[in-house]
């Protein structure tokens, strides 16, 4: 028992180490391909001289130490922030570094010896590919069962089961659900990563038996306030989850007023600074998209003409912000004659008609031509939408346009969702898509309109790329 007490207790540190070995040596490969790939250009280099530049890394991660993006804490080991949050971190944390290592260079009067340019470039580059590389050492992680952290839940009610369901298929937290805690389920109750281990008073002697320093507590309110005191004797990190939504997270810090506890709230959407960014960085993604593809929207053009009678552009009638009604074009992937063969097919199927009713859509549409079906999985017949962008009808990134008859849906989330522009891709695409409840549409909708932030349209454009090259999801 004392071998795997030392085991568990181990497992929150290997995972920092991996994190913190995965970007030391991502920092230093890519300023090696960058130095590699400048000297077959002519420059003068010796990777010899990658010895000379040990104060990135270095920066880099003593500035990821302070942002907490090794699980929290380099020692005690826990959530520490969300991927949206750490990748603005480690952001920042590679401009500080390289920052710190132009300053040594220039200092040290060693500058000479570099490009100027290849550093910036390398910067880049570890802005953008820093992330995915801590993404793959995740997954390896996962695979292997190496470095997870055990947690307990108490409450295995609606909300418990929903994190427990959410932790078993996350890959980024690392938390791995020992057990579950209730004093209403019995043990023979099959939850989502395990089943109940005893009631919520026998919380702290199983923890102790087990070496669990994590809980995770999804009970009420006031059923908490009587057992926290004791919990905080023992657990190293409690994480609260509300059983239902108290108010947006993702930029919402705790402050200390004046001996209060109190939560403040940042409401992005109300910054015009932040509001101006996101329409510059948008119009220039379109421009530069609309130029660069313009070939494969001909050669696209030319197969969806020839694969079928009808036109090539489809405009979809949807809504826009406040309502108002648009047309998203969409390269044609149905039959001409789409909308007698649905009437036909939900007339002579009940299960397809109540498929339809529930989704606004089909998993086996028999409408779409088989180009349409390739054009679907690829996302490629989304490609026109960055021409809605120029014309100001859509962002990049948002949350996905309905049609009128979708309003019901939302109720009186409506008002909010109506506020921003719908989008090419969205927070819901990159967590499913098809593959979600139109519910879980919904809540993931008013989730990226209530935490929205330029660093969350970062997070879903990097796994917008990972959804399209993987093709998952897409119908």
Not at 99 to 107: K, N
Not at 271 to 292: M, N, Q
Not at 303 to 328: D, T
Request: with cysteine; charged share 25%.
């Amino acid at each position: 028992m004392e071998k795997d007490q030392i085991t568990v207790r181990n497992q929150g540190r290997l995972r920092v180490w991996c994190l913190l070995v995965t970007d030391v040596l991502a920092l230093y490969g890519i300023l090696t391909v960058v130095l590699c790939v400048y000297k077959q250009f002519g420059g003068d280099y010796s990777l010899a001289i990658l010895t000379d530049l040990w104060p990135l890394p270095a920066a880099v991660v003593v500035c990821n130490l302070f942002a907490r993006v090794y699980c929290g804490s380099f020692l005690y080991p826990g959530g520490g922030c969300g991927p949206v949050d750490e990748l603005r971190r480690l952001t920042l944390s590679v401009i500080c570094g390289y920052g710190i290592l132009f300053a040594y260079l220039s200092l040290t009067r060693s500058s000479e010896h570099y490009t100027r340019l290849g550093l910036v470039f390398s910067m880049g580059l570890s802005v953008l590919l820093l992330p995915i590389f801590r993404y793959w050492t995740r997954i390896l992680l996962d695979r292997f069962h190496l470095g997870m952290i055990p947690v307990l839940i108490a409450g295995a009610g609606k909300t418990g089961r929903r994190v427990g369901e959410e932790l078993k298929r996350d890959r980024f937290y690392g938390f791995q659900v020992v057990g579950y805690l209730d004093d209403n389920v019995g043990s023979d109750v099959e939850l989502p990563g395990g089943r109940v281990i005893g009631k919520t008073a026998d919380c702290l002697d199983l923890a102790k038996k087990m070496d669990i320093n994590y809980l995770v507590v999804t009970l009420p309110l006031l059923q908490i306030g009587a057992s926290l005191d004791s919990w905080l004797e023992y657990f190293r990190h409690i994480l609260i989850v509300p059983a239902n939504r108290v108010f947006p997270i993702l930029w919402t810090k705790p402050l200390d007023l004046c001996g209060l506890g109190s939560m403040e709230i940042g409401n992005h959407l109300k910054r015009p600074l932040d509001r101006w960014t996101k329409l510059l960085f948008e119009c220039v993604i379109a421009t530069l998209a609309v130029i660069f593809l313009f070939p494969l929207f001909i050669v696209l053009a030319i197969l969806v003409k020839c694969s079928s009678p009808g036109s090539v552009i489809y405009r979809a009638k949807r809504l826009g912000v406040n309502g108002k009604p648009i047309e998203v074009w969409k390269f044609r992937t149905m039959y001409k004659d789409a909308d007698e063969r649905l009437a036909k097919i939900l007339a002579e199927n009940p299960e397809l008609k109540k498929e339809w009713d529930e989704n606004f859509k089909l998993k086996n549409d028999p409408r779409v031509t088989p180009l349409g079906k390739i054009m679907r999985k690829t996302s490629l017949d989304e490609l026109p939408q960055f021409v809605n962008v120029l014309r100001g009808e859509m962002a990049v990134i948002g949350p996905r346009p309905i049609v009128e008859k979708e309003v019901a849906y939302y109720g009186p989330h409506y008002e909010v969702f109506s506020r921003v522009k719908p989008g090419i891709t969205g927070f819901w695409q990159v967590s499913g898509r098809s593959d979600t409840t139109y519910e879980r549409r919904i809540e993931l909708d008013m989730y990226y309109i209530n935490n929205w932030t330029i660093w969350l349209d970062y997070y879903i454009f990097l796994k917008t790329i990972k959804e399209v090259l993987i093709c998952r999801g897409a119908e």
